[in-house]
């Protein structure tokens, strides 16, 4: 099976440094703000104008991005998959920018934590169409209008990942923690072996 997995607020918890980090950026901006988890949208989440959130991430995305760590459970079930002969692609939509060379940072990253994978794709604009192109038969991510895109047009299993600001989406199949997607993961492998 080739598997799909988003990074930031699915393979790992970014969002809650980024909170961290937000919270001191307006502190020091005295930026008087009451910040809102639940929101995706940076202006509504932080505050912030387009300036300002150019201005934090040149501050604070690469910390953010290397102080992360690996959702609870991920590193273990992601390198099962693997090891059971699945293809892991991780598509992630983190840009370049004239700071931070986001491939060379995000697999500094993956090798720190030892999680196996047979490819790495960022600058994703479009995760839809990087499935179609290489092939994915499940995809796990947090983002709400990527899950119901890749679910609508591929006709695949799409999981999401529960985060503060998507839990009043339905529709799209989710869970909580990654023993879930391993449990849904090998349902569907063994209904598919059943099925050869």
Do not use: H
């Amino acid at each position: 099976m080739i598997i799909g997995l988003d990074l930031d607020d699915t393979i790992t918890n970014s969002s809650d440094i980024f909170i961290k980090y937000a919270k001191e950026y307006n502190d020091i901006n005295n930026i008087i703000y009451n910040i809102n988890t639940n929101e995706f949208n940076q202006k509504k989440a932080f505050g912030w104008n387009k300036e300002q959130q150019n201005e934090f991430s040149n501050l604070y995305l690469e910390k953010i991005l290397l102080e992360a760590t690996p959702k609870k459970n991920a590193v273990e079930v992601i390198n099962k998959l693997y090891k059971n002969g699945n293809k892991i692609i991780i598509i992630t939509a983190r840009q370049n920018n004239e700071n931070i060379d986001m491939y060379e940072l995000t697999k500094k990253w993956l090798d720190k934590y030892n999680i196996k994978y047979n490819e790495l794709i960022i600058e994703s604009c479009n995760k839809r169409i990087d499935c179609i192109k290489n092939g994915v038969n499940l995809f796990v991510d947090d983002n709400y209008k990527n899950c119901v895109d890749i679910y609508n047009n591929l006709k695949i299993p799409v999981l999401m990942f529960s985060t503060n600001y998507n839990k009043s989406y339905k529709y799209i199949e989710r869970v909580n923690n990654w023993n879930e997607i391993d449990k849904i993961i090998t349902k569907i492998i063994e209904k598919r072996n059943a099925n050869e």
